[in-house]
């Protein structure tokens, strides 16, 4: 099964960690990102944890970003709000 293509139209920093997520279906979720960055053992990962560096995020076709793809998620992993480490994602930031 395919999962339906879904877009981030706009996002809002919410405090600490947390990001407010409006997606083009009409839905929101709110991202608290401090446990996979503090959990991560990447120091390119854990460099997000700096609040300004954290907070310079920007939606960018349907996406959420930091820097050049310095930081990103699955659009559906943000949606279903099911972020998390995988041994061959971290070795990939």
């Known amino acids: 099964m395919n999962d339906p293509k879904i877009d981030i139209q706009s996002a809002e920093w919410e405090g600490e960690y947390r990001i407010r997520l409006h997606f083009d279906d009409g839905s929101r979720q709110t991202v608290d990102f401090l446990p996979f960055l503090s959990q991560s053992r990447h120091p390119d990962i854990r ?3 700096d609040q300004r560096r954290f ?7 349907g996406n959420l970003l930091w820097g050049d ?12 709000n099911r972020i998390s480490h ?5 070795a990939a930031a």
């Open 55 to 61: 907070r310079a995020f920007r939606v960018e076709y």
């Open 47 to 49: 460099a997000f944890l």
């Open 86 to 90: 995988q041994a061959e994602g971290e």
């Open 69 to 80: 793809f310095d930081l990103c998620f699955p659009i559906m992993d943000l949606y279903r």
